[in-house]
């Protein structure tokens, strides 16, 4: 039985394993590439390109630069604040907050098993 209590949810999410903290990374994509390959949701990887859908920063896009499987959260190019001494640093985003629009086809892999969903 799974428990409600929030603290309990929290220490599940802290730690989970990396095979199922990879489920923290899939974003919704475009209506395009659904399409396209008949597919929903997909794990986000360095180099795909997103669109921001909720927050301060929604309707900007770029392309992943960094993703931090830990918190499940995505540093993307162009969206960044600036420090106090006025260096500019990355603004996390959470991969559930984003769209992909166009994806990173560069692995073999990746590829393939896209090819093999497709409609």
Do not use: C, F
């Amino acid at each position: 039985m799974v428990s409600l209590k929030p603290s309990k949810q929290r220490k599940l999410l802290y730690t989970l394993p990396l095979h199922q903290r990879k489920k923290l990374l899939i974003a919704k994509v475009s209506d395009e590439i659904a399409s396209q390959y008949g597919i929903k949701r997909i794990r986000v990887r360095k180099g795909d390109t997103v669109r921001v859908m909720r927050g301060s920063h929604s309707g900007k896009e770029g392309k992943v630069a960094e993703i931090n499987t830990r918190t499940g959260r995505l540093a993307i190019e162009g969206i960044t604040r600036k420090k106090a001494d006025g260096t500019p640093v990355y603004v996390w985003i959470h991969a559930s907050k984003v769209m992909i629009t166009k994806l990173d086809l560069s692995d073999p892999r990746r590829r393939e098993k896209l090819e093999k969903s497709k409609k």
